[in-house]
T-cell receptor, first 116, second 114 residues
Framework: ETGVTQTPRHLVMGMTNKKSLKCEQHLGHNAMYWYKQSAKKPLELMFV???????ENNSVPSRFSPECPNSSHLFLHLHTLQPEDSALYLC???????????????FGPGTRLTVL | DQQVKQNSPSLSVQEGRISILNCDYT??????FLWYKKYPAEGPTFLIS?????DKNEDGRFTVFLNKSAKHLSLHIVPSQPGDSAVYFC?????????????FGTGTLLAVQP
């Protein structure tokens, strides 16, 4: 496997379910990100991790819970979601967290989440 | 309110002609700008970037122009090829930010007709 992989690619869940999204990067990067892309909206940054430490939580509701057990893996744990949480969830990684956005972010293919 | 705006949801261009994708921003603190390209069922991939100290950056068929006074940037693709058909996202970053944070536009779907 190369680059950034995400599983599952598609997920349908009820509002009372608990599920997790997984991201793995094979690039030796130190920073990882979760983004959300809702229909007709821009990509929104949710969380940023650097060397397994969360450095940004972009006002995300607590029903989304990230976990970064090591620099290669990132999870997004989901529980009691709402239908408006249906979106494409993208993971990305970068070498580091260089100031000013100049560290190129490499994206996974995303997980298409539908909440019923 | 969106800080990065791509007002054209879609653009159709003939193969061999120039494609011009536009992006406007409102935050004068942005000093680094990027374009990403996204094919269906794939994640966005980095295409080209420009720092605010420049007004033009070129990479092969792709050129990005920055007009700071107008808070406007554009991506030129010439000549356009059918394989360029994708969604193009403009993104911007604020200098001094500690988290490599990017603010994205909503994207423009480019269709290059053979």
């Amino acid at each position: 496997e190369t680059g950034v992989t995400q599983t599952p690619r598609h997920l349908v869940m009820g509002m009372t379910n608990k599920k997790s999204l997984k991201c793995e990067q094979h690039l030796g990067h130190n920073a990882m990100y979760w983004y959300k892309q809702s229909a007709k909206k821009p990509l929104e940054l949710m969380f940023v991790y650097s060397l397994e430490e969360r450095v940004e939580n972009n006002s995300v509701p607590s029903r989304f819970s990230p976990e970064c057990p090591n620099s290669s893996h990132l999870f997004l744990h989901l529980h009691t979601l709402q239908p408006e949480d249906s979106a494409l969830y993208l993971c990305a990684s970068s070498q580091d967290l260089t100031s000013g956005g100049t560290d190129t972010q490499y994206f996974g293919p995303g997980t298409r989440l539908t909440v019923l | 309110d969106q800080q990065v705006k791509q007002n054209s949801p879609s653009l159709s261009v003939q193969e061999g002609r120039i494609s011009i994708l536009n992006c406007d921003y409102t935050n004068s603190m942005f000093d680094y700008f990027l374009w990403y390209k996204k094919y269906p069922a794939e994640g966005p991939t980095f295409l080209i970037s420009i720092s605010s100290i420049k007004d033009k950056n070129e990479d092969g068929r792709f050129t990005v122009f920055l007009n700071k006074s107008a808070k406007h940037l554009s991506l030129h693709i010439v000549p356009s090829q059918p394989g360029d058909s994708a969604v193009y996202f403009c993104a911007a970053s604020e200098g001094g930010g500690a988290t490599n944070k990017l603010i994205f536009g909503t994207g423009t779907l480019l269709a290059v007709q053979p």
